[in-house]
C-alpha cells in the first residue's frame, strides 16, 4: 500500500516561533489532507490540499504532487498549536478507485511552550 | 450545524463481549467512515459507508463489522473483544464519497480488560 512518511516526529518550540512540517509520500494521489489532533483525540482538517498551495491565518501548506511531498507551515506559533499534525492520503491514482479511504502518516508531535 | 456525534464517549468492556459504536453524521452527509487508532498501529482505516453500502474495507479481521442505515447513521461492531482492541475509534463523514473534505468525531474511547 501506500507509505506516508512525516518529519520530524517531534517538534518542541518557543511561543512565537516558525515550523515547517514534512509529509512525503509513495505514489501520485489526489486527495492529501492536514490534520490536527487536539488533546481530547479529535482531528481537525485544516487543509485539503493535493496540489498547489493554501493559506488560513497563521498557517499554510504547499503540495508539490510531482515530487510526492507536501509541507505544512505554522508561523507564530501559540501554545494553542500544540499538539499531533497528521498527514494523511487517498489511495493510489493508478488504482482507480474512490472514496475517503485515507492512509495516515504517524505524525508530528508538535509541543509549544509559553 | 452539529457535528459528528460518537457514541459513548468512554467505555470499558472485558475480553470476549462484543461492543456496538454509533456515529451520527453532520446533516446531509451521506459518507461515513471508520478509523481505529492505537499508540502501536497509529491511524487506520477500518471501513466505509456511502448510501448503507460499505464501500470500502481495510485490513482488519471479520470480528470488526459496520452498518449505515437509511439516515446515513452507522454503527460498528466488534465482537469477541481482544486486549488489543483497546484503542480510539474514529467516526468521520463528507458530503459524497470523494472524501474531499472530511470531519471527524470526537472518538470514542474503548478499553479491553
Known amino acids: 500500500g501506500i507509505q506516508v512518511e512525516q518529519s520530524p516526529p517531534d517538534l518542541i518550540l518557543q511561543e512565537g516561533a516558525n515550523s515547517t512540517l514534512r509529509c512525503n509520500f509513495s505514489d501520485s494521489v489526489n486527495n492529501l489532507q492536514w490534520f490536527h489532533q487536539n488533546p481530547w483525540g479529535q482531528l481537525i482538517n485544516l487543509f485539503y490540499?493535493?496540489?498547489g498551495t493554501k493559506q488560513n491565518g497563521r498557517l499554510s501548506a504547499t503540495t508539490v504532487a510531482t515530487e510526492r511531498y507536501s509541507l505544512l507551515y505554522i508561523s507564530s506559533s501559540q501554545t494553542t498549536d500544540s499538539g499531533v499534525y497528521f498527514c494523511a492520503v487517498g489511495p493510489p491514482i493508478k488504482e482507480e478507485t474512490s472514496g475517503s479511504r485515507l492512509t495516515f502518516g504517524e505524525g508530528t508531535q508538535l509541543t509549544v511552550n509559553p | 450545524k452539529a457535528g459528528v456525534t460518537q457514541t459513548p464517549r468512554y467505555l470499558i468492556k472485558t475480553r470476549g463481549q462484543q461492543v456496538t459504536l454509533s456515529c451520527s453524521p453532520i446533516s446531509g452527509h451521506r459518507s461515513v467512515s471508520w478509523y481505529q487508532q492505537t499508540p502501536g498501529q497509529g491511524l487506520q482505516f477500518l471501513f466505509e459507508y456511502f448510501s448503507e453500502t460499505q464501500r470500502n474495507k481495510g485490513n482488519f479481521p471479520g470480528r470488526f463489522s459496520g452498518r449505515q442505515f437509511s439516515n446515513s447513521r452507522s454503527e460498528m461492531n466488534v465482537s469477541t473483544l481482544e486486549l488489543g482492541d483497546s484503542a480510539l475509534y474514529l467516526c468521520?463523514?463528507?458530503?459524497?464519497?470523494?472524501?474531499?473534505?472530511?470531519?471527524f468525531g470526537e472518538g470514542s474511547w474503548l478499553t479491553v480488560v
Open positions: 490540499i493535493p496540489s
Open positions: 468521520a463523514s463528507s458530503l459524497e464519497p470523494s472524501g474531499r473534505t472530511i470531519y
